[in-house]
């Protein structure tokens, strides 16, 4: 793995991740006030596995990133295994 820097404010290399932090500030971190860092933490996890798992991707033909992936690895294994 080669870790990647680009120049301050260019946020290309990383835009896949900047736009997933976006997405969570806009639908839970701004929308919630916290009491304490353990709460902050355990609504950042609980929002993960909420993203990955509920939350469906226009992207991904309105599916959920594991649908998604689900579907591509079960399609790769049956056509390999033809």
Known sequence: ?????????????????????GTMK???????KYR?????KAAVAEYIIFYNTKRPHKK????????????YYCKRTNSQES
């Not at 870790?3 to 736009?19: G, K, L, M, Q």
């Not at 304490?36 to 902050?40: D, Y």
């Not at 991904?60 to 579907?71: A, C, D, I, N, R």
């Open 60 to 71: 991904l033909q309105y599916k959920t990133p594991v649908q998604y992936e689900t579907e």
């Open 36 to 40: 304490s860092e353990q709460e902050f």
């Open 1 to 21: 793995m080669t870790h990647s820097f680009s120049r301050a404010y260019v946020p290309y290399d990383n835009s896949v991740i900047e736009s997933f932090f």
């Open 26 to 32: 806009r639908e839970e971190l701004y929308r919630t």
